[in-house]
């Protein structure tokens, strides 16, 4: 003897056994589907980080090429007003040497005048001299 409502129960037992092979079945394409985007997901952070150390590395050669720019562009300038530096003493000291050559030819030239107010002097004194005659 059969308990009562056995078979619609066996029946609705079997009908949730096929419900739940077909959530089963349906939650195996989702995780196989989820594989498949953690693994793409993956590629994509190793690709975008193998991007970002490409990056970095050209970043830093960039800045080391123009540091070296810079410190030669540095030292050009340098250079440079090292040699301007040096000019403006030879320009200095040619003043100087000038300057040292006018109050010279200024002496002398004082020293002339000196000796031509004697001169006139003189020629003025012995021009007012009465002669013997």
């Not at 403006?88 to 200024?106: C, H, M, Q, S, Y």
């Not at 002398?108 to 001169?119: A, M, N, P, S």
Request: charged residues 30%.
């Amino acid at each position: 003897m059969q308990p009562d409502g056995l078979e619609s129960r066996v029946t609705a037992l079997e009908e949730q056994v096929h419900q739940l092979v077909e959530r089963v079945r349906a939650s195996e394409r989702d995780a196989a589907a989820a594989r498949v985007l953690a693994g793409a997901a993956d590629r994509d952070v190793s690709e975008i980080r193998g991007e970002l150390r490409d990056f970095r590395t050209a970043t830093t050669a960039s800045f080391n090429a123009l540091r070296e720019d810079l410190t030669d562009l540095r030292s050009r300038v340098d250079t440079g007003f090292a040699r301007i530096v040096d000019a403006f003493a030879r320009v200095d000291n040619g003043f100087i040497e000038v300057r040292g050559k006018l109050d010279a030819t200024a002496t002398g030239q004082q020293q002339i005048v000196t000796l031509l107010e004697r001169l006139i002097t003189e020629r003025k004194q012995t021009s007012f001299q009465p002669t013997n005659r």
